[in-house]
Nanobody
Framework: QVQLVESGGGLVQPGDSLRLSCAAA????????MGWYRQPPGKQRELLTT???????NYADSVKGRFTIFRDNAKNTVYLQMNTLKPEDTAVYYC???????????????WGQGTQVTVSS
């Protein structure tokens, strides 16, 4: 069984930094890509960033230059470094992963449980 376990959310002030982490727990899978979405209150979920197996990254315009995605392959963990946070970054942040289960070669999307980030003075 595969699970994505997130951590690192919280309450910060505008201009602060915060780092989220997401670990893919379990065995018998390979990671094709991992990334982050967020869902502000009353709004739709927004794709923020993805990192592929090969290390390529992309970012939404709303976070480009402020947020950085990176990973630790040995720990099957992806991180989201968020700098210069703004009140409009307030949202529930969700990790996602596209994994292939080695046993039957099925590729599927997995989601973390979500972590709240609140930016407020």
């Amino acid at each position: 069984q595969v699970q994505l376990v997130e951590s690192g959310g919280g309450l910060v002030q505008p201009g602060d930094s915060l780092r989220l982490s997401c670990a893919a727990a379990g065995s018998g899978f390979s990671i094709n890509a991992m990334g982050w979405y967020r869902q502000p209150p009353g709004k739709q979920r927004e794709l923020l960033t993805t990192i592929t197996r090969g290390g390529s990254t992309n970012y939404a315009d709303s976070v480009k230059g402020r947020f950085t995605i990176f990973r630790d392959n040995a720990k099957n963990t992806v991180y989201l470094q968020m700098n210069t946070l703004k009140p409009e970054d307030t949202a529930v942040y969700y990790c996602y992963a596209i994994l292939t289960l080695v046993r039957d070669s099925i590729t599927a999307h997995y989601w973390g449980q979500g972590t709240q980030v609140t930016v407020s003075s």
